[in-house]
Each structure stands twice: as structure tokens, then as C-alpha cells.
């Protein structure tokens, strides 16, 4: 008689179906205001039982991407919001400095939670990973900005993979040119500086600690650092002399 199933490995397999669900709209280029195939229908396109699948569901509800109506099934939930994202990011250039502040706050929130949660449950092989995508980044420092930042982005969007899930990851890969300018107007390369390459090592060691009090610590002093940084750019400060 087979065993109770886990709760990591049930976390794991909601994780999987989630990601499959997602991928199942996306490849049928279903849009805003349309219905899902019946439960039974997504139940054996997707090979997965009614309660992972419903639990799945319930995830891509709660971030706004499913719209749950009782009696009438499943639907896409309306995304102003998300083209209202794209439009944003096609033109960061022009964001003003306050708005990219708010960002950071985004992030903040964001990449607190995924350090924490990687400190508690990221597997050696994971914090390696993160290990040799910071030394990539640094190494790269010293030959172009763009190059450097895309790094940085590398390790932070793999941060949130391994201590969040997926999905935040997409979202901040969604939100990529946001990123991209907000490195370039806190500093020329993105992690040239000692301060910056010191405060990532505090992360992955908090993290590689097994303290998620370290890890989360070394985040908010990052974000704390692109914060400062945007308050004392040129534009930021022409912009509150307007």
C-alpha cells in the first residue's frame, strides 16, 4: 500500500502543475475573458489529480492571472495591468526617479522573502549555483556595464528562483527593463564597487549559513544601498529641485 504523500513532495508537485497550467495557456494563446477546459478535461490533458490541480489553480488566481467564478468554471483573469507592465517597461528611459524608488520597494518585498526562504530550504548544490553566478558577475565587472548588470540580474532572478518559486522569477524577468535602469542609474557597472560585490557575499553566505535572518539582513541592505543611490542621482535630484 503506497504512503501518504509528503508535504514537500506535494509542495513540489503543485509547484510542477502550476507551472504546466501556465504553460498550457500560454502555448493555447488563451487570452483575457476566456474559459479554462473543464476540470475533468484539465485534469487528464495535464495527467494530475482534481486536488493538485485545484490547488494550482488557486495559485495562478492569487496573483491575478485566473479568475475563479463558482458555477461558471475557470477564466483568464483580465490583465490591463500586465500590458499596462509592458508599456512600462518598453519605456523605462523615461520612468522618473521616484517611480523606480518604488521598485525597490517591489523588490524589497519580493527578495526578502525568497533570501529567507532559500536560507531555509535551498540544497548545496542550489547555493553553489548562486556562488558561481556572483562570481560570474563580478568577474565581469570591469568589461561593460550592460554586461555586468545582466549578471546581476542573472543572480537575483535565481535567488527568487531558488527561495520563492517560478513564477516570481517571470515576474521580475517581465519587469527586467525596470531592473536594468535602475542598476544604471545607481552605479556605472552594477557590482563594480566594493560595497555592493561585499553586501551579495552577505547574501549567499546567509543564505549557505542556513540563517535566513542573515540572508533577509543582507537584502534589505542592498535594496537599503539602490535606494540611497537613486535619492543622490543627477536626475533625482534635478527633479526634486523642479
Known amino acids: 500500500m503506497l504512503g501518504a504523500v509528503r508535504p514537500a513532495e ?10 504546466k497550467l501556465r504553460r498550457f495557456i500560454v502555448q493555447n494563446s488563451l487570452c483575457s475573458g476566456d474559459r479554462l477546459p473543464s476540470e475533468a478535461e484539465l485534469m487528464k490533458r495535464l495527467r494530475v489529480s482534481r486536488p493538485v490541480l485545484r490547488e494550482a489553480i488557486n495559485r495562478l488566481a492569487a496573483i491575478g492571472l485566473l479568475s475563479v467564478r463558482q ?106 527593463e525596470f531592473i536594468l535602469e535602475g542598476m544604471k542609474r545607481t552605479q556605472p557597472a552594477a557590482m563594480i564597487d566594493p560595497q555592493s560585490a561585499a553586501i551579495h557575499r552577505g547574501i549567499v553566505k546567509g543564505i549557505r549559513d542556513r540563517s535566513p535572518a542573515a540572508a533577509e539582513q543582507a537584502i534589505l541592505a542592498h535594496m537599503n544601498l539602490l535606494a540611497q543611490r537613486l535619492h543622490e542621482a543627477p536626475d533625482h535630484e534635478k527633479q526634486a529641485g523642479d
Not at 533570501?115 to 558561481?132: F, I, M, N, S, Y
Not at 556572483?134 to 535567488?159: I, T
Request: net charge negative; with cysteine; glycine share 6%.
Open 10 to 19: 506535494r509542495t513540489s508537485m503543485v509547484e510542477a502543475v502550476t507551472e
Open 71 to 176: 458555477g461558471s468554471g475557470t477564466f483568464i483573469a483580465q490583465r490591463e495591468w500586465l500590458s499596462s507592465c509592458m508599456k512600462l517597461a518598453g519605456s523605462a528611459m523615461t520612468i522618473e526617479p521616484r517611480e523606480l524608488l518604488q521598485f525597490v520597494e517591489f523588490r524589497r518585498v519580493i527578495e526578502s522573502y525568497a533570501a529567507r526562504h532559500a536560507a531555509q530550504t535551498a540544497k548545496p548544490e542550489h547555493v553553489d549555483a548562486l556562488e558561481r553566478t556572483l562570481e560570474e558577475a563580478l568577474d565581469v565587472a570591469d568589461h561593460g556595464s550592460q554586461r555586468a548588470m545582466e549578471a546581476d540580474f542573472r543572480f537575483h532572478c535565481l535567488l527568487v528562483e531558488i527561495g520563492g518559486n517560478r513564477l516570481m522569477c517571470n515576474l521580475l524577468e517581465l519587469l527586467h
